[in-house]
């Protein structure tokens, strides 16, 4: 028994393998357990067998009694499909009984309403939405009434302890809208929360929450722990230093709620402080900013509005814009054929050339694409239209008359080498197999004068042992 005990000790402070009803399987620990000893947890083990045992003798179909049989039930006779009931064996698992997963399942799973009503985190609270403050972008709004204290939101949060900013952090070198060599964030700092005095970083991934704008003046939620120990928050975390939070090998360990300070209406957007700091530093930054040179010229692929994709004759008189490139499936089949458009084709071009082959896959399914450059454009009546190609350059079907659509010769880079077999040329192309896409590292979020800093973690809740590093405002303030 004392070894049992011992095994017992080490497996509740370690990840343990729990089999869920539908086959599932996931690793937790469950630190709410400690208080059972194994004795507890063997006793809840043979209670609930021998409950089951009866439950299924009661339900047991008997035949009816005879002279020779007064009709009795045993529990030896109870089947579960052709095999008896072993004592190893549980009747709810296909594996072999184990008591350790059998307990932690019943414990970790099987809870009631009650307990969810006082111990659940509602997520359908808030919904996304055009935000209310301009050019914010999106926002979070209420999708019911929400009383004040509500918990209208939940987030579990990826912990960095050291090293943030350097994994939050892009390194550029002459790519995008970048020149030269530069540093900077990665957008993903703006949704995080940090401290200026700590290296602690916190990036939240709970359902809308990330959605929630700034606003000082008129916030309607604030952030706070849990009070409560589960597995996504174990407050004893807030007493661990910035090394711990980086050599743990916990994956999660702290969340944050989102609580309302008053009623909060159906429809009414959610805001949060995001700190002094923060408005300050947004303050400088809008009081500052300039936009970049040729910006007027600066356009999203999804923005150039065409009902075909220009020639590479074409973009020599009218260039896409600089950060925008034509990208093409590769799907083809065959070396070009005998008739005369392919003969045609083929004496244009020195490269390999080959036939557009219609994927098994829908098209809007397939998301790995190559560079390409269209070399021609045809209009192709509809009887002419090949199997497959069926990209309408205008018209609908209530009108056959009008109705026809582009077909593309493109030269396609099939790898990065500079030889002469990194491209072929691709004949009867559809519309469907070509797209504009925005270059690598040429987004709007990549530019250089754009706004990068953490949410604020508040004062009154900013773990003392967290504090490592003296912001550059408490420095001066020192002096």
Known sequence: ME????????????????????????????????????????????????????????????????????GSCLVSDVKYGNNNLDENEDPNMDDPFSVVQSFMRERD?????????ENGYCQDHLRPGNSTLPQAGRGAFAAQFLPARTIVGFAPLIHIGIYGRDLWTIDYNNVGGVPGFAKRYDLVINYSFGHDNSTVLLTPYGGMVNYINHNSQSPNVRVQW??????????????????????????????????????????????????????EAWNDHVESWEPLPNAQQYQ?????????????????????????????????????????????????SNRPTFKWLAPLKPIKDITERYFCVVAERHLIKREERRPGNATMAHGNDDDDEDLFAYEYTVDLKINDTESKDSWVRVLHMPGEGIGLYDLAYTGDWHMPNVFRRHIGIPNEIMPNAWINRLSSSSSSSSK
Not at 33 to 48: I, N
Not at 228 to 254: A, I
Not at 309 to 324: A, D, S
């Open 3 to 70: 070894m049992k005990q011992a095994l017992w000790n080490l497996t509740i402070h370690f990840p343990v393998e729990i089999s869920s009803a539908n086959g599932n399987r996931a690793r937790t620990n469950l630190p709410h357990v400690e208080r059972y000893s194994w004795q507890d947890v063997e006793e809840m083990y043979h209670a609930k067998k021998k409950q089951q045992k009866d439950t299924d003798v009661n339900e047991q179909e008997c035949p009816a009694p005879t002279d020779n049989d007064e």
């Open 226 to 279: 849990p009070k409560k120990e589960m597995v996504s928050h174990k407050p004893t975390w807030l007493q661990k230093d910035p090394v711990f939070l980086k050599n743990t090998r916990e994956k999660v360990g702290l969340s944050l709620e989102y609580v309302a300070l008053r009623d909060i209406q159906e429809g009414e957007e959610i805001f949060m402080d995001y700190g002094p700091e923060w408005e």
């Open 109 to 117: 799973h099987v809870r009631s309403l009650d307990w969810l009503y």
């Open 300 to 348: 999203l692929a999804k923005e150039v509005d065409e009902p075909y994709f220009r020639t590479i004759h074409e973009l020599g008189k009218r260039p896409y814009p600089h950060n925008v490139a034509t990208m093409c499936l590769r799907s083809y089949t065959g070396m070009f054929g005998s008739d005369k458009e392919d003969s045609s084709n083929r004496s244009k």
